[in-house]
T-cell receptor
Framework: AQKITQTQPGMFVQEKEAVTLDCTYDTSDPSYGLFWYKQPSSGEMIFLIY??????QNATEGRYSLNFQKARKSANLVISASQLGDSAMYFC?????????FGTGTSLTVIP | EPEVTQTPSHQVTQMGQEVILRCVPISNHLYFYWYRQILGQKVEFLVS????????KSEIFDDQFSVERPDGSNFTLKIRSTKLEDSAMYFC?????????????FGPGTRLTVL
């Protein structure tokens, strides 16, 4: 089974609207961490947000928030007030036992 | 702002040759990582390095690969006897307890092309 599943290969959102990028994960380890990274067309990887498995509250970083639903094993990224510069690939990742697993990514396009 | 740097930005090599990819992590960072991303595919974890030794490695990181911190600043990935399927973007990353360990700062990557 895939450790990280991102079912949306491509998403479109209108500028200034909010968008949710889906991520589900598979682990039996009670201790794990979930990450989201942004990869613009220039290729660099940019850390966005982190959620620990024991964190009680959903992580937020500016316009990014992580909708963590532990029972459903989902860790969706919510981007509020989308900007043109948000157009990029977005990868969900998990740290489990100090190994890191990435999803296949979602390509987000923000439409003016 | 401090950043992770990687050299070269693009390396072309013949199959069977050895390559060394170089990274300079952020100076006060303590954990170092190598990842690779085959073109158009997901990022894959290779190895993490802490306190001058490998902390964790993935199944991909076999005897063909090795890492070294030869001095106080560089962190290298050596690929012995490169294969065509080693062609990928290789990212170095580093993290620090001051940022809670979890925020990994990535370098710009080295694109390795094996001919």
């Amino acid at each position: 089974a895939q450790k990280i599943t991102q079912t949306q290969p491509g998403m479109f959102v209108q500028e200034k609207e909010a968008v949710t990028l889906d991520c589900t994960y598979d682990t039996s380890d009670p201790s794990y961490g979930l990450f989201w990274y942004k990869q613009p067309s220039s290729g660099e990887m940019i850390f966005l947000i982190y959620q620990g498995s024991y964190d009680q509250q959903n992580a937020t970083e500016g316009r990014y928030s992580l909708n963590f639903q532990k029972a459903r094993k989902s860790a969706n990224l919510v981007i509020s007030a989308s900007q043109l510069g948000d157009s990029a690939m977005y990868f969900c990742a998990m740290r489990e036992a100090n190994q890191f697993y990435f999803g296949t990514g979602t390509s987000l396009t923000v439409i003016p | 702002e401090p950043e992770v740097t990687q050299t070269p930005s693009h390396q072309v090599t013949q199959m069977g040759q050895e390559v060394i990819l170089r990274c300079v992590p952020i100076s006060n960072h303590l954990y170092f990582y190598w990842y690779r991303q085959i073109l158009g595919q997901k990022v894959e974890f290779l190895v993490s390095f802490y306190n001058n030794e490998i902390s964790e490695k993935s199944e991909i990181f076999d005897d063909q690969f090795s890492v070294e911190r030869p001095d106080g600043s560089n962190f290298t990935l050596k690929i012995r006897s490169t294969k065509l399927e080693d062609s990928a973007m290789y990212f170095c990353a580093s993290s620090t307890p001051l940022a809670g360990w979890n925020e990994q700062f990535f370098g710009p990557g080295t694109r390795l092309t094996v001919l």
